[in-house]
Nanobody
């Protein structure tokens, strides 16, 4: 069993930056693929980025070039660096983990979820 806890969300002005963190419990974190998803009010949850346990990454087209996902296996933590934020990035951001060596952009493929952290970008 893995427990995930996000932090780092909050209000920010357009063009600003935030770094989200997701701390994971468990000794096998390095073998998990980790992903970030987001859900805006009235919209479906969507994939933002993912990183496999061997370090390959995925980014959605909407964040490519602005967001960076990384992981520190020694700290059992995955990060999402968000730059050049836009109002349309406003959402609850969720960290997710799956026991697979490959990343996935589908939420159903993930086994573990955090409770989410709110990111609000004002114009």
């Amino acid at each position: 069993q893995v427990q995930l806890a996000e932090s780092g969300g909050g209000p920010v002005q357009a063009g600003g930056s935030l770094r989200l963190s997701c701390a994971a419990s468990g000794r096998t974190f390095s073998r998990y693929t980790m992903g970030w998803f987001r859900q805006a009010p009235g919209k479906e949850r969507e994939s933002v980025a993912a990183v496999s346990w061997i370090g390959s990454t995925y980014y959605s087209d909407s964040v490519k070039g602005r967001f960076t996902i990384s992981r520190d296996n020694a700290k059992n933590t995955v990060y999402l660096q968000m730059n050049s934020l836009k109002p349309e990035d406003t959402a609850v951001y969720y960290c997710a983990g799956r026991t697979s060596y490959s990343w996935s952009r589908y939420s159903d493929d993930y086994d573990y979820w955090g409770q989410g952290t709110q990111v609000t970008v004002s114009a």
